[in-house]
């Protein structure tokens, strides 16, 4: 038998029409020929290290065992942030550290760090403005052919990775729920950060009622199952396939009836 391939995980912000994907990936395989790249989105908006973050946490457990999820998006680059390796049960996260680990560090997903400061794994010239290619990339790749971490650098403790408290949803003094947006999909799907545990509480476990959501102004909005449980261009919630709280119109867009964009608050309010 053969050594089975090594499943690495790839999320930036560099979309598709420039080389940077495609390089990235090249200098990856050149240290792991027989990796296996999965991409799961180069659209997230630019910079948007939020966005990153929860989408990370909504995707990676659906991966095989082993997976070294690789992130970039990285408007510090160059800079004296750090770049960091987290060891969760069953995979790692290869990125820096600048909050895009913020979901998964406040769900207690992550048991180890080490900061990536081993020169000798980067490539030989390091440009200051493309870290992904020249240190995350062959970084990547020396873990997935085996490498070990406690050779990328110094350990360091989750609790000092930059974490984004603004992520976390809360339960308000006023009693709201509050949260915000982090995705919109291309369906036009305005997608929170608010699960469905949380909604269930806040809901006392009833979640088939009118809720009225503060975003762009507020929306009395029915709470249902499937978007066809309302009228075609009607405003409606539901929980989505990450197990968070959406807006959506059936067959339609709601973010072109909300004007929102990731990033912006959601105060939800009961109606009883």
């Given at each position: ?33 027989r ?14 290290i ?29 800079s004296e ?23 998964l ?22 440009s ?73 509480s ?7 009622q ?27 919630a ?24 990731p ?10």
């Amino acid at each position: 038998m053969g050594i089975p391939p090594a499943f690495i995980s790839l999320l930036t912000d560099f979309g598709d029409r420039d080389e940077y994907v495609g390089v990235m990936k090249g200098a990856i395989l050149s240290r792991v020929p027989r990796g296996a790249i999965v991409d799961i989105c180069h659209h997230i908006a630019p910079h948007d290290i939020r966005q990153a973050a929860a989408m990370i946490l909504a995707v990676y457990r659906y991966f095989p065992e082993g997976t070294l999820h690789v992130m970039v998006v990285d408007p510090g680059v160059g800079s004296e942030r750090d770049i960091v390796y987290a060891r969760a049960r069953s995979c790692g996260f290869l990125c820096p550290d600048n909050g895009l680990l913020s979901g998964l560090q406040s769900e207690g997903v992550l048991q180890e760090v080490w900061r990536v400061t081993n020169r000798a794994l980067f490539a030989a010239a390091v440009s200051d403005t493309f870290h992904g290619r020249d240190i995350i990339a062959p970084v990547a790749g020396f873990l997935a052919s085996g490498g070990r971490p406690e050779l990328l650098g110094p350990p360091m403790a989750t609790r000092d990775l930059v974490c984004l408290e603004a992520l976390a949803p809360r339960l308000a003094t006023d009693g709201s729920l509050q949260g915000i947006v982090v995705n919109v999909d291309r369906f036009g799907n305005v997608v929170t950060n608010i699960g469905r545990e949380l909604l269930t509480s806040f809901l006392e476990g009833d979640l088939k009622q009118s809720l009225t959501i503060n975003l762009a102004g507020r929306h009395p909005i029915p709470l249902v199952t499937t978007y066809s449980d309302i009228p075609a261009g009607k405003l409606l919630a539901l929980i989505g396939s990450r197990d968070t709280l959406e807006l959506a119109v059936n067959q339609g867009s709601a973010v072109s009836m909300l004007s929102v964009a990731p990033g912006a608050p959601v105060r939800v309010i009961c109606l009883r």
